[in-house]
């Protein structure tokens, strides 16, 4: 778990590292390289944000809250008020 919150950074990095190569062979300018890649660390940290919820959604979910401690079952409203009836 402790390695997934570096996720989002890592994937940023790689992203900026790869960006930075291609600018460099394309020969772009300072300024629009900069720019390119404020924009490309941006939206790849929102990704790697994303990736890492949806990773730690599938990998870990909560338990059910339909069990009590004990193990038994509580009711829900529609059971009880089926009981009720």
């Not at 190569?21 to 390119?36: G, V």
């Not at 924009?39 to 990773?55: K, P, Q, S, T």
């Amino acid at each position: 778990m402790k390695k997934l919150r570096l996720l989002p950074i890592i994937v940023m990095l790689m992203a900026g590292l790869i960006t930075c190569i291609i600018s460099f062979l394309k020969h772009y300018d300072n300024i629009d390289a900069l720019t390119i890649l404020f924009v490309v660390l941006v939206m790849f940290y929102i990704i790697g944000h994303i990736a890492r919820a949806i990773i730690i959604k599938v990998c870990f979910p909560k338990e059910e809250e339909s069990e009590s401690e004990d193990g038994e079952e509580v009711a829900t409203s529609e059971e009880e008020e089926n009981l009720q009836e």
